[in-house]
């Protein structure tokens, strides 16, 4: 049944169709913008992340990338191991990339250099590369990554970090959250959380290929930490310190992720 005469008063014109539907469509609009304006209002005003640690990003988003942090975290706490690879597949020569506090013009002596650790009441503790090299020596073969886009297979040898604190009697300092590690000039630096400086694939490096790095590598000693990108495997380590605060991290400071995890 087709209601071709019941064409009445309640039916509506075509123009009152289409400025009805003006109106609705206005009205979803000002409501949707309302809102988002009302949330980008909230982010805006929302306190930024504590500064020097992600460049002032606020906390809100800082906190979907807390949440990536805590999938690693649990996808790490299962001692995942990193991909390695035989020693005929490393790069002979190894790709040097950046150099802040390591630049060739600075003068640096690798013969007089210590390991400062910092530890409680301002107490620095001193360690040569000679007592470093007396630990047991760990190699490790990766595909190293950096953020910038490219990746190299190379051949690393140090002391596991988690050998290093058993045999230093750090074991407490290692119950904080945090690994800070600096360059001797201070220009470079970066923040770990301390599983993933536990990780038993995280090395304090004095070799590549089989050799005593060179300087451009970061002699005497450099942080390999395959479970991280590039960026924080900082190279000549001056001063090691603890804390549960984020430590100051050079690249988090210009925008990127604290944890940086691959
Ligand atoms: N001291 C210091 N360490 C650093 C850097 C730097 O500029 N200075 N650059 C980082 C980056 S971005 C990468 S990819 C690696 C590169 O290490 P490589 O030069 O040994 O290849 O070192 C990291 N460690
Ligand atoms: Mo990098």
Same mark, same amino acid.
């Given at each position: ?10 039916? =509506? &014109? /075509? ?19 309302? #809102? ?11 306190? %930024?992340?504590?500064? +020097? ?7 809100? *988003? ?8 805590? /999938? ?7 001692? !995942? =191991?990193?991909?390695?690879? @035989? ?12 150099? /802040? +506090? ?19 009441? +301002? $107490? ?6 000679? $007592? =470093?090299?007396? *630990?047991?020596?760990?190699? /490790? ?15 690393? +040898? ?8 058993? !045999?230093?009697? *750090? ?11 600096? &360059?001797?000039?201070? &220009?470079?630096?970066? #923040?770990?959380?301390? @599983? ?17 790095? @060179?300087?451009? !590598? ?7 930490? %395959?479970?991280?990108? #590039?960026?924080?495997? =900082?190279?000549?380590?001056? &001063? *090691? ?22």
């Amino acid at each position: 049944m087709s209601a071709p005469n019941k064409k009445d008063k309640k039916e =509506l &014109t /075509i123009e009152q169709k289409i400025n009805r539907r003006n109106f609705i469509s206005f009205a979803t609009f000002a409501v949707l913008a309302g #809102g988002a304006f009302e949330g980008w209002r909230w982010l805006y005003k929302s306190p %930024p992340e504590v500064r +020097g640690v992600t460049a002032g990003a606020k906390k809100p *988003l800082r906190k979907a990338l807390n949440k990536t942090e805590l /999938i690693f975290r649990r996808f790490f706490s299962d001692n !995942h =191991l990193v991909k390695t690879y @035989p020693k005929e597949m490393a790069a002979k020569y190894v790709r040097v990339n950046s150099d /802040i +506090g390591v630049e060739a013009k600075k003068k640096f002596d690798p013969s007089t250099w210590k390991l400062q650790v910092i530890k409680k009441g +301002g $107490e620095v503790l001193q360690i040569s590369l000679q $007592e =470093l090299m007396a *630990l047991p020596k760990t190699e /490790i073969i990766y595909d190293f990554k950096c953020v910038e886009g490219w990746d190299q297979i190379s051949h690393w +040898g140090g002391v596991k970090f988690s050998d290093f604190i058993k !045999h230093f009697k *750090l074991d407490d300092y290692a119950k904080m959250d945090y690994v800070g590690m600096e &360059t001797p000039d201070k &220009t470079y630096y970066v #923040g770990i959380d301390t @599983p993933s400086a536990m990780h038993p694939q995280t090395l304090l490096a004095y070799e590549v290929n089989e050799k005593l790095l @060179p300087l451009e !590598h970061g002699a005497p000693l450099r942080l390999i930490i %395959p479970v991280k990108y #590039g960026i924080k495997n =900082l190279k000549r380590i001056g &001063t *090691l310190s603890f804390s549960n605060n984020r430590p100051r991290d050079y690249w988090a400071e210009q925008g990127y992720d604290y944890y940086s995890g691959l």
